[in-house]
C-alpha cells in the first residue's frame, strides 16, 4: 500500500512563479500577449493597486492573481491581469469574476487590458473563455484567452525539450496531481525533473527557484523529503555544484521564512487574544482562514 502524498501548496508555488519568470510565463503560455508587448521597456506589477480595486473581503482568499503595467510595441500603455485557478475544483463564478475584475481595472486606470487565465482543473470540458449576458436587446461580451494545464499531458515531449522555466514548472505541476496518492512516486519524480535543471544547464540561480517552486508544489513527507534532500546533496558534489550549493541556499532561506512565519503567528495570537475575528486576523496578516483557527484553538486549549 502506498502512502499519499501531502497537499501541495500551488498558489503561493505559482504566485512565486509569476514573480521570478514573469517574461516566461507569457512567452511560455500566451505567446500573443508576450509578443504585443515591448520588452525593451519594464514592467511594474501593482500588487497593491489590485488589492485596492479588488478587495479580498470581496473574492475570499487571493494568492496568486497578478496585475501588471506594460507598454506595447505601439507605444501605448496596457494593462495585464493574469488569473489563476491552479486548485483541481470547478468555479461556477470564475467567468463573472473575470469580468468584474476587467471593468474595475479598465474603468480605474482608462487603459486597454489583457485579461489571461491558467486553469488547474483536471475536467477537460471545463473552459469558460467568456462572460456574456443578456437583456432586453442589450449585449455584454468579454471573451478572454485560457490556459489548461491538463492539455500538456498531451503535449509532454514539448515540456521536455523546452529551455523555458516554465515548461518545469508546469511538468511538475501535473506530476504532483498525478502522485497526489502515491508520495513515492512523487519523490521519483521530483528527483526527475531536479536532474533535468542540472542536465539542461540552469543557472545556479535558477536551480535555486525552480527547487524552491518545486518543494511547494511537489510536496513529501518529512522522511521522502529528508531522503530526497541527501540525494541531491550527495548528487550535487558529483557534478560539482559551484559555490554554495543550492541545497544549503535553500536551507537558509527556509531558516528564514520559517523565523518569518513564527513572527507573524504571535501577531496573530496577540490579534485573537484582543477579540479581532478569524477573517480580520487573516486579512491583516496573509494567514489561511485554517491557519488562524488552528491558532485560536491553541489559545483556547491553553
Known sequence: MTDPSPASDLDPAWKETLDLYFEPFLAFLFPEAHAAINWDQSVEFLD???QDLIPEAEIGRRYADKLVKAWLNNGEEAFI??????QSQEDSGFAQRMFIYHYRIFDYYHKRVMSLAVLGYERSSWRPDRYIYTLAGCELSLKFPIVKLVDYEDRWSELEVSDNPMAVVVMAHLRSRMTKSDAQARKQWKWILTRRLYERGYSR??????IRVMDRIMTLPPELKRQFR????????EVKMPLLSSMEELAKEEGIQIGEQRGIQRVAINMLRQGMSIDQVASLTQLSTD??????????AE
Open 48 to 50: 497593491k493597486e489590485f
Open 81 to 86: 491581469l493574469i488569473h489563476l485557478e491552479v
Open 205 to 210: 540561480e535558477d536551480v535555486i527557484r525552480l
Open 230 to 237: 541527501e540525494e541531491l546533496e550527495q548528487y550535487e558534489a
Open 291 to 300: 491557519q488562524v483557527e488552528q491558532l485560536l484553538t491553541q489559545i483556547t
